[in-house]
């Protein structure tokens, strides 16, 4: 089993940043292809990054350019740094993983239900 467990969340105004980090327990996620989402208050859970065993990365459209996903196999850790905040980039972020060996499309990715296992989240919110 793992566990995911999110941190650096919090208040900042509009055009700021924060990093996000998720980090793994349980075993190792290296192998695991690793993703952020955010849901806002009312709306569905939506896709926002995710990265793969082998490096590669996606990105919904509205945040390409200002935020960036890494990992660190090291530590078993996945960041989420985020840049030029907006006010609609308010949610609560979490961490998701995917156990698959298998490569799909980048559009597979995007969907909650192939994930694994979820973390609880973290609140971001951007004041304007």
């Known amino acids: 089993q793992v566990q995911l467990v999110e941190s650096g969340g919090g208040l900042v105004q509009a055009g700021g940043s924060l990093r996000l980090s998720c980090a793994a327990s349980?075993?190792?996620?290296?192998?695991?292809?690793m993703a952020w989402f955010r849901q806002a208050p009312g709306k569905e859970r939506e896709f926002v990054a995710a990265?793969?065993?082998?490096?590669?990365?996606y990105y919904t459209d509205s945040v390409k350019g200002r935020f960036t996903i890494s990992r660190d196999n090291a530590k078993d850790t996945v960041y989420l740094q985020m840049n030029s905040l907006k006010p609609e980039d308010t949610a609560v972020y979490y961490c998701?993983?995917?156990?698959?060996?298998?490569?799909?499309?980048?559009?597979?990715?995007?969907?909650?239900?192939?994930?694994?296992?979820w973390g609880r989240g973290t609140q971001v919110t951007v004041s304007s």
């Open positions: 349980g075993r190792t996620v290296s192998t695991y292809t």
């Open positions: 998701a993983a995917d156990r698959s060996l298998a490569y799909y499309s980048s559009t597979y990715y995007t969907q909650p239900s192939v994930y694994d296992y």
């Open positions: 990265i793969r065993r082998s490096g590669s990365t």
